[in-house]
């Protein structure tokens, strides 16, 4: 068995909201923040957390405009997060592929 | 999105070290504890606390015999815990795919 890719596990991404809140983003950018909280059934404050970090982690930018003149948030990937999670990806089907040889 | 793949992921399994443990005794049974730290160049404390918390969840069985009249322990999937990383790993495997399709 190769550990690597084990190892090589963005901490970031790997953590299970985020994951979701990553392929979400992935799917379907530029979404809102009751868009986000909908899809993923996540309550208001778990998903603020987890959205911060991935922030501060430079992988999700915020745009806040104006919608009927109303402020209107969206949240989307930056480059550097689709980068990440597309990496984050590669690896997941390494470790699938591995295990599922020896199964 | 289907959300349901990501909140399902077990999180005992989930965790880095732990997954390549899973990994490790799911491709190698009956491993020892030093074989088990060269393969996966974990520090002697990580991995103990990790095999424990595998225990604990009933995922991994320890066997103390004697080779050689030295006592002798090696590590190996239970019944439960090869079931439950079955399921972790078709999880990421439909994470994957989900994702593979956006890209």
Chains 1, 2 share one sequence.
Do not use: C
Request: without cysteine; positive net charge; hydrophobic residues 40%.
């Amino acid at each position: 068995m190769n550990p690597e890719p084990f190892f090589q596990l963005d901490r970031v991404i790997h953590e299970k909201g985020r994951l979701a809140i990553m392929s979400l983003l992935a799917a379907s950018p530029l979404l809102s923040f009751t868009e986000m909280r909908e899809a993923l059934g996540m309550t208001d404050g778990n998903l603020s957390v987890h959205i911060r970090t991935l922030q501060e982690a430079g992988y999700v930018a915020v745009t806040k405009t104006f919608l009927l003149r109303k402020p209107h948030t969206t949240y989307n990937l930056t480059p550097a997060g689709q980068e990440a999670f597309k990496r984050y990806i590669d690896l997941l089907e390494q470790i699938v592929a591995q295990n599922k040889k020896v199964s």
